[in-house]
């Protein structure tokens, strides 16, 4: 069975600092994709970033990079010079491949609620 | 990303009551999922919906609770059935575009049961 553990429940920073948000995972599969959403106050799901398991390579996007370690089952994420903006519940997710490039269904963890003070 | 629109994006309903959640996307995708996000909660998988065939529900959810259309390849419809006031989440369609598979959601439909 899959499983993604998210151990910080809640994180409070101050506006610039930069902050890291955990993401353990459990799978039994050797392909497997690993997902980051952000859920801001208004509730819908904006889709952060996409990494299958045979992709180890850490990646920035902007404020945003996220570190894949496959020998720990982590895919931690760092913001940097944290903003208000970033403020928002942020989930991880794992899905099984079920066919080549193609991910399923997503088994969420229990998300860390981020709040970035001014 | 896939422009996904979900209707309605919030109700209130009566205990005992139904209510239908449309899905719209801007694309054919092949496959569909609901999701359900109790209060304070993560999201959970209610079913996957694949055109042309019936509905795979997960463990807890049933049919005759959330029926489950998939008419074509760019619209689902879920049923919340008989709605009590533990049924109050929000619900989000998801879809998987294919050959990416990246995997998008809709604003979400909140719903309040009394």
């Known amino acids: 069975a899959q499983k993604v553990t998210q151990a910080q429940t809640e994180i409070s920073v101050v506006e610039k600092e930069d902050v890291t948000l955990d993401c353990v995972y459990e799978t039994r599969d050797t392909t497997y994709y690993l997902f980051w959403y952000k859920q801001p106050p208004s509730g819908e799901l904006v889709f952060l970033i996409r990494r299958n398991s045979f992709d180890e390579q850490n990646e920035i996007s902007g404020r945003y990079s996220w570190n894949f370690q496959k020998s720990t089952s982590s895919f931690n994420f760092t913001i940097t010079a944290s903003q208000v903006v970033d403020s928002a519940v942020y989930f991880c997710a794992l899905s099984e491949e079920v066919s080549s490039g193609s991910a399923r269904q997503l088994t969420f963890g229990s998300g860390t609620q981020l709040t970035v003070l001014p | 990303s896939a422009v996904i629109s979900q209707k309605p994006s919030r109700d209130i309903c009566q205990r005992g009551t139904s209510l239908t959640i449309q899905c719209q996307v801007d694309s054919q995708v092949t496959m569909m999922f609901w999701y359900r996000q109790q209060p304070g909660q993560s999201l959970t998988l209610i079913a996957t919906?694949?055109?042309?065939?019936?509905?795979?529900?997960e463990s807890g959810f049933v049919i005759d609770k959330f029926p489950i259309s998939r008419p074509n390849l760019t619209f689902s419809t879920l049923t919340v059935s008989n709605m009590s006031p533990e049924d109050s989440s929000i619900y989000l369609c998801?879809?998987?575009?294919?050959?990416?598979?990246?995997?998008?959601f809709g604003e979400g439909s909140r719903l309040t049961v009394l």
């Open positions: 919906a694949n055109q042309g065939s019936e509905a795979t529900y």
């Open positions: 998801s879809v998987m575009r294919q050959y990416t598979g990246e995997l998008f």
